[in-house]
T-cell receptor, first 116, second 114 residues
Framework: GENVEQHPSTLSVQEGDSAVIKCTYS??????FPWYKQELGKGPQLIID?????GEKKDQRIAVTLNKTAKHFSLHITETQPEDSAVYFC???????????????FGKGTHLIIQP | NAGVTQTPKFRILKIGQSMTLQCAQD?????MYWYRQDPGMGLKLIYY???????DKGEVPNGYNVSRSTTEDFPLRLELAAPSQTSVYFC?????????????FGPGTRLTVT
């Protein structure tokens, strides 16, 4: 099955600065990589995802990059704001199926703290 | 739409008791999932379903059972609860078509087994 490693576990940045969270995966057949944001007491919510046929995807202040050769992908948040404070999870398909339909394997999460 | 709803929000069980966690979605999604989240950890897949009448095991299925008699409902059954099942349980659903796999999560059920 898939193994997803996520770093760092905690990230503290000044408001307005950028934040980068990195993940690696083990299954070279995986082709779908989502990022979820979880606020306290709530379920995770998808913020951006990327497929293996592209190297980068942007949505306003959020971007995801993918390096299939190295099997890692990263979340970039620019111009951070207080409402960005949350736990962020990367994920990859589970089990060995390539796509994400049969469930996801999640990283352990990154607690992002935006300092005023 | 209510999205994905879960009941109860909180529950305390004694060791050896049984219970059913309820999950329903009103988005006509074909896929549904159950995950558990332990403190400081990511979510782990327990079971999933690709449609009514079809279920399959995920990464951590031991001690749990599921059924999918309708598109809308996907209950999770715990038999003989153990302290190791203390966790937050999330149900999710997804409409899998054309390469879209976004999963929509419910608010979670916090379960404590003592």
């Amino acid at each position: 099955g898939e193994n997803v490693e996520q770093h760092p576990s905690t990230l503290s940045v000044q408001e307005g600065d950028s934040a980068v969270i990195k993940c690696t995966y083990s299954d070279s057949a995986s082709n779908y990589f989502p990022w979820y944001k979880q606020e306290l007491g709530k379920g995770p919510q998808l913020i951006i995802d990327i497929r293996s046929n592209v190297g980068e995807k942007k949505d306003q202040r959020i971007a995801v990059t993918l390096n299939k050769t190295a099997k890692h992908f990263s979340l970039h948040i620019t111009e951070t704001q207080p409402e960005d404070s949350a736990v962020y999870f990367c994920a990859a398909p589970h089990p060995y199926s390539g796509g994400g339909a049969d469930g996801l394997t999640f990283g352990k999460g990154t607690h992002l703290i935006i300092q005023p | 739409n209510a999205g994905v709803t879960q009941t109860p929000k909180f529950r305390i069980l004694k060791i050896g008791q049984s219970m059913t966690l309820q999950c329903a979605q009103d988005m006509n999604h074909n896929y549904m999932y159950w995950y558990r989240q332990d403190p400081g950890m990511g979510l782990k897949l327990i079971y999933y379903s690709v449609g009514a009448g079809i279920t399959d095991k995920g990464e951590v299925p031991n001690g749990y059972n599921v059924s999918r008699s309708t598109t809308e409902d996907f209950p999770l059954r715990l038999e003989l609860a153990a302290p190791s099942q203390t966790s937050v349980y999330f149900c999710a659903s997804s409409y899998v078509q054309g390469g879209s796999y976004e999963q929509y999560f419910g608010p979670g059920t916090r379960l404590t087994v003592t």
